[in-house]
């Protein structure tokens, strides 16, 4: 397989990839193929079910209760990534009844479920492939600076070995990924513009030396509920000679206004590289702190951040 480099980002701007808008349970499944209405024999109904993409379904649980002042939002943006495919999901927090009720009943969880295909042109979802899911509290209001950075989760899992069909991730119930990049920006608030820079610059280093033979792989950045997707072509970026030690390095760039407000210091980003030729593990996702507006933020996947 060959491709050359497709952009997939999101929101309005990035129409390439569809932005799914729910009130509480997130996504219907990606398109199967229709059947029509007749008397088929079990034979021919088995042949139709093969027919249908199987799925992925990852189940965000999202503790609205340890979300602070959460009556000043209008919705949470949900975003996951997995198999080289990125989704959005919003959450109403004004007009559905579920979201009061689960507020009045604090063991109880909003659950938000995506579901992938398991199986797409870059790769198969298979045990202990790595995903992410990250929410971010929205409201309508234009977003001030204040002493503290808007809260937010994210969590990174495995797929289980019990089964490639679904998983759980948990938000909002410990706040320590939020703790961290909130220490950090205040450090940093006596001296943040928040229209300036206008674009902030992130690297996905990935590397590929012990998978030199592969084709294509997607490669995602994804920092305050925006992601980027772009595929590959790995053959042709070896042969250009441009990458170091077998390591590809693969540049994005983001608006630094976003739904949920400026990207500032202390706010976490992701890099992922999923191809089904890669030994071990299909996807895998790396995080940190975004630390410099003006200059390049790095992340190594695949390699646990060392390369």
Known sequence: ??????????????????????????????????????????????????????????????NLNNI????????????????????????????????????QQPNQNLNVDFKFNQSNHISSVMFDDEYFVCAYPLDNKLIDKTQNLPIYDCDEGNIGLSTTERDTVKLFFTMKKYNESNTFYKTKLNSIDDHIPEEINITINVPVYDAKDIDDMNVVAMIKGEYQIKTIDVQDELNKGSSKDARISVPFIFDRQTESGPIQPGDMFFGCATSDEFPNQNSDCEKRI?????GFNTICARKDNSC
């Open 1 to 62: 397989m060959k491709y050359g480099i497709n952009y997939a980002g999101l929101g309005i701007k990035l129409g390439m990839i569809s932005v799914l808008t729910v009130s509480l349970f997130v996504f219907s499944p990606p398109s199967s193929f229709a059947v029509p209405e007749s008397n088929l024999d079990n034979e021919s109904e088995e042949k139709d079910n093969s027919m249908t993409p199987k799925l992925t379904t990852i189940r965000t649980k999202l």
């Open 68 to 103: 602070p002042n959460i009556e000043n939002h209008d919705r949470i943006k949900v975003v996951g990534y997995l198999n080289g495919e990125g989704q959005i999901a919003y959450v109403d927090l004004k007009d559905d009844q579920k979201v009061t009720q689960q507020q």
């Open 290 to 294: 975004l630390k410099n507006l003006n």
